[in-house]
């Protein structure tokens, strides 16, 4: 098949198809963008991957993924280390971060106990946070799983594991979200949002 | 503010989030992706995109942007080349290859004339047109710009100025788009199907 550019712009193409929310189409129109941007954004975003490819690395501490270990969240000194918040993944520890409204540390799982995709108490990141809880620093771990079937799961044997270190596990609030309509909710929220009513005036 | 990652990552982000397609939320859930996927995207996309920005040049002829001057097309051996299909960008050049029902050389104009944005014809890849016209060589050029007023004002216009060459000057035909309900359709892609029905046996 005769072609209209070099290979090297195909091998673009494929591998920016690959990022979420961008499809076949939007890789090549995103390509297309890059090479009418050479010096202000393709040139810039080159050099961004390559440096943050280099620095990569887990945090020993919390699992986060960041550019140094320990992570920007565990050496920040302005932060409560009296209080770890258990979440699945980095994405979640970046969304409740980014909520400005916990300042704690946290614990990053790696996804879930799950029974049907033979997932384990072992492959995930579950004997460090015990190990954490153990060394009397830690006064509250907060359970900040998703709230499906496997999330809950692993909150309650978390809570189960945590309970002979005497630290105070809470979990997040089920409820109505803030700007949700009642009428588009499922019953499970609904129902939750009523047992967990609080006074008004 | 405390932070959940190093600069770099900021960086990376706000540099993705530049792409069509991609907003600050999908950039994210990119860089995250990316993160993870250190040695399968993120290293082979750094070093793609440096191979291409290194390589980037416009075709002297034609105006298409590739790795290569002559670009792929022009160069092309197995390609018409009588035949000069004139767009206005480069996604068109690759839109219309893509059919795979075209196979000579193209023109890239780089716009539209349009007098709101002050596009003269000097502003446009035009004057190379009309001396790649006058060679002899070419003896069918196609306008395939948009169908919008601009796109339609500068086919007027290059229609005219090819004329002196003796050139066969011919337009994308207008009509139903192939998948495309007449409910939806405006007044005047119908009118123009209408006016250009063809006889069915």
Not at 7 to 28: M, V, Y
Not at 148 to 171: M, N
Request: net charge negative; glycine share 10%.
């Amino acid at each position: 098949m005769p072609r209209s550019h070099g290979s090297e712009i195909d091998t673009l193409i494929q591998l920016l198809a690959k990022l979420p929310g961008l499809g076949p189409r939007s890789a090549r129109r995103s390509t297309l963008q890059l090479l009418k941007k050479r010096d202000s954004v393709m040139v810039p975003l080159a050099r961004a991957l390559e440096q943050v490819a280099e620095k990569i690395v887990i945090c020993g501490t919390c699992g986060n993924i960041d550019t140094t270990d320990p992570c920007h969240v565990c050496e920040d000194g302005r932060r409560d280390r009296t209080t770890v918040c258990v979440v699945e993944d980095v994405a979640d520890l970046w969304a409740l971060d980014r909520s400005e409204t916990y300042r704690g540390l946290y614990h990053v799982l790696g996804g879930t106990l799950s029974a049907l995709d033979g997932v384990g108490p072992d492959e995930l990141n579950i004997a460090p946070l015990l190990a954490r809880a153990a060394t009397g620093e830690v006064k509250e771990i907060i359970l900040a799983l998703n709230a499906t079937v496997d999330g809950q799961t692993t909150s309650h044997y978390l809570a189960e594991r945590l309970a002979e270190f005497g630290v105070k596990v809470t979990a997040l609030a089920h409820g109505v979200p803030v700007g949700g309509e009642l009428d588009y909710l499922d019953d499970g929220t609904l129902a939750a949002a009523l047992k967990a009513r609080g006074t008004v005036s």
